[in-house]
Nanobody, 121 residues
Framework: QVQLVESGGGLAQAGGSLRLSCAAS????????MAWFRQAPGKEREFVSA????????YYGDSVRGRFAVSRNNAGNTVYLQMNSLKPEDTAVYYC??????????????WGQGTQVTVSS
């Protein structure tokens, strides 16, 4: 059983940056594709980014490509999401998730509790 805990959310101004972290425990971290999703009020959960087990490949949703960067530290069991050039529409609860294979759908067996990101204009 993998446990995931996100941190690093908060309030940022438009154009600013935040860095989210997701710490994993209870499993072999390097076996898992790690993904980030987000959910804004009244909207469906949206794929943001993912990174494969050995960081060989990264994926991004269209709305964040070129502004966000995902990375991971397998020795530290942590995945990161660097968010730059933030926009008010990036406001959402951000979740990390883990799966053995890459998916852009919500088909991930393990999820964190989420961290709130609020971007003011």
């Amino acid at each position: 059983q993998v446990q995931l805990v996100e941190s690093g959310g908060g309030l940022a101004q438009a154009g600013g940056s935040l860095r989210l972290s997701c710490a994993a425990s209870g499993g072999i971290f390097s076996r898992y594709v790690m993904a980030w999703f987000r959910q804004a009020p009244g909207k469906e959960r949206e794929f943001v980014s993912a990174i494969t087990q050995q960081s060989g490949t990264t994926y991004y949703g269209d709305s964040v490509r070129g502004r966000f960067a995902v990375s991971r530290n397998n020795a530290g069991n942590t995945v990161y999401l660097q968010m730059n050039s933030l926009k008010p529409e990036d406001t959402a609860v951000y979740y990390c998730a883990a799966n053995i294979v890459f998916r852009t759908s919500e088909d991930y067996p393990y999820w964190g509790q989420g961290t709130q990101v609020t971007v003011s204009s």
